[in-house]
């Protein structure tokens, strides 16, 4: 029998190789200190763009006037939450896909899980989520939606609908989530993002435990 983990470690790898978002800013590391005889570290300088590997959205990021990464409220970044397969259900995921998972007991956070692996390279066909899916989770109480890939969105979107409409319902969003070794089933979250005071975005460690019995 294969025991259960006690964590699951739901997080992206970030490094030179992780994919970027067309036009984001790649991670990049240089070494600004190095172990020697004169001197006793490593340090090292790294820049990215937020939305390199597993993270969160902060309002800002889709409304000129919202609060940064820093400021929003963490709550909805720790506690119980739903992992949901959708597996090869795209390019958008549609309430249908979602439904055998509802139940009256739904947690108010949700991760959907539409990859049977992540992938290594940009996925320029990745899955998004329906509005329509979006307000049925907001309805049902859901304070935070997670997925797997690296938009809400279709990649191509201009008018980014999913996005718009979790500004407009006062969700939050964990995207690029790695949900491949996690069965469906309720969890603890915790996906904590950084106190960024002035990014639109923040990569996050994010993990899954058991629930308390």
Same mark, same amino acid.
């Given at each position: 029998?294969?025991?259960?983990?006690l964590?699951?470690?739901i997080?992206?790898?970030?490094?030179?190789?992780?994919?970027?978002?067309?036009?984001?800013?790649?991670?990049?590391?240089?070494?600004?200190?190095?172990?020697?005889?004169?001197?006793p570290?490593?340090?090292?300088?790294?820049?990215?763009?937020?939305?390199l590997?597993?993270?969160?959205?902060?309002?800002?990021?889709?409304?000129?006037?919202?609060?940064?990464?820093?400021?929003?409220?963490?709550?909805?970044?720790?506690?119980?939450?739903?992992?949901i397969?959708?597996?090869g259900?795209?390019?958008?995921?549609?309430?249908q896909?979602?439904?055998h998972?509802i139940?009256?007991?739904?947690?108010?956070?949700?991760l959907?899980?539409?990859?049977?692996q992540?992938?290594q390279?940009?996925?320029? =066909?990745?899955?998004?989520?329906?509005?329509?899916?979006?307000?049925?989770?907001?309805?049902?109480?859901?304070?935070?939606?997670?997925?797997?890939?690296?938009?809400?969105?279709?990649a191509?979107?201009?008018?980014?609908?999913? =996005?718009?409409?979790?500004?407009?319902?006062?969700?939050?969003?964990?995207?690029?989530?790695?949900?491949?070794?996690?069965?469906?089933?309720?969890y603890?979250?915790?996906?904590?993002?950084?106190?960024?005071?002035?990014?639109?975005?923040?990569?996050?460690?994010?993990?899954?435990?058991?629930?308390?019995?």
């Amino acid at each position: 029998m294969t025991a259960t983990p006690l964590i699951w470690d739901i997080s992206a790898p970030v490094h030179s190789a992780s994919p970027a978002y067309p036009g984001d800013a790649p991670y990049q590391q240089r070494w600004t200190a190095r172990i020697s005889a004169d001197c006793p570290v490593n340090v090292g300088a790294i820049s990215l763009s937020p939305h390199l590997g597993t993270h969160a959205d902060a309002p800002l990021h889709y409304d000129a006037s919202g609060p940064s990464m820093g400021a929003v409220d963490l709550q909805p970044y720790i506690g119980p939450c739903r992992v949901i397969h959708a597996i090869g259900c795209g390019p958008l995921i549609a309430w249908q896909h979602l439904q055998h998972a509802i139940t009256p007991d739904l947690p108010p956070r949700v991760l959907v899980r539409t990859y049977a692996q992540a992938p290594q390279q940009w996925d320029e =066909h990745l899955s998004g989520i329906t509005t329509d899916a979006i307000a049925r989770l907001a309805d049902l109480g859901v304070q935070l939606i997670g997925i797997d890939t690296a938009s809400m969105d279709p990649a191509g979107s201009t008018t980014l609908d999913s =996005h718009m409409l979790v500004r407009a319902r006062g969700l939050r969003i964990l995207e690029n989530l790695v949900l491949d070794a996690v069965p469906e089933g309720d969890y603890e979250l915790i996906a904590l993002p950084l106190k960024l005071m002035e990014a639109e975005a923040s990569p996050v460690r994010a993990i899954l435990r058991p629930l308390a019995a």
